[in-house]
T-cell receptor, first 108, second 111 residues
Framework: KNEVEQSPQNLTAQEGEFITINCSYS?????LHWLQQHPGGGIVSLFM???GKKKHGRLIATINIQEKHSSLHITASHPRDSAVYIC??????????FGAGTRLTVKP | DVKVTQSSRYLVKRTGEKVFLECVQD?????MFWYRQDPGLGLRLIYF???????EKGDIPEGYSVSREKKERFSLILESASTNQTSMYLC??????????FGAGTRLSVL
């Protein structure tokens, strides 16, 4: 079983919809990252969080340490949000583990 | 502006060839990483380095080696490329306990 599980694997939404991507992990972590990968490969770090909630523009990330669960929300989704979103956890040994990613397609 | 640069975006090689993938970062980061990314499997760590001339095996080091002669450069070497090494290769760097910065990736095809 993968130490980091994401759901859903694929997600299609209409422009303007509110989107949620979930991440569950089974190991002790020091931080959790949400990454965005656009077609063509480049990966950008969206958030790094170890507790609570962070917001950047239309993106919101939350983490519940006790439940070992994090969510990434996108409000008022737009076609340019179409990408693969990857959840990654940094273990207490400073190693990182990655989820398989959620492929989001936002249609106009 | 933070930058991790991979030398090639696309590469096509023949089975048995020696392949070098180069990665350079301009942030003076101590830690550098090489991953491969395959559909459905996510990113898997091949090798990483915590300092110049230091290297550590990741989860899937077989068939690969690395070199870190200078702090800013981390090279991944496929000694004898095989078709099962066809993949997207991503380099990353970071300070300890900080955000990880990724290169644009190299899509390698081994024929």
């Amino acid at each position: 079983k993968n130490e980091v599980e994401q759901s859903p694997q694929n997600l299609t939404a209409q422009e303007g919809e509110f989107i949620t991507i979930n991440c569950s992990y089974s190991v002790g972590i020091s931080a959790l990252h949400w990454l965005q990968q656009h077609p063509g490969g480049g990966i950008v770090s969206l958030f790094m969080l170890s507790s609570g909630k962070k917001k950047h523009g239309r993106l919101i990330a939350t983490i519940n340490i006790q439940e070992k669960h994090s969510s990434l929300h996108i409000t008022a989704s737009h076609p340019r949000d179409s990408a693969v979103y990857i959840c990654a956890v940094r273990l207490e040994a400073n190693d990182m583990r990655f989820g398989a990613g959620t492929r989001l397609t936002v249609k106009p | 502006d933070v930058k991790v640069t991979q030398s090639s975006r696309y590469l096509v090689k023949r089975t048995g060839e020696k392949v070098f993938l180069e990665c350079v970062q301009d942030m003076d980061h101590e830690n550098m990483f090489w991953y491969r990314q395959d559909p459905g499997l996510g990113l898997r760590l091949i090798y990483f380095s915590y300092d110049v001339k230091m290297k550590e095996k990741g989860d899937i080091p077989e068939g690969y080696s690395v070199s870190r002669e200078k702090k800013e450069r981390f090279s991944l070497i496929l000694e004898s490329a095989s078709t099962n090494q066809t993949s997207m290769y991503l380099c990353a760097s970071r300070e300890t306990n900080s955000i990880q910065y990724f290169g644009a990736g190299t899509r390698l095809s081994v024929l």
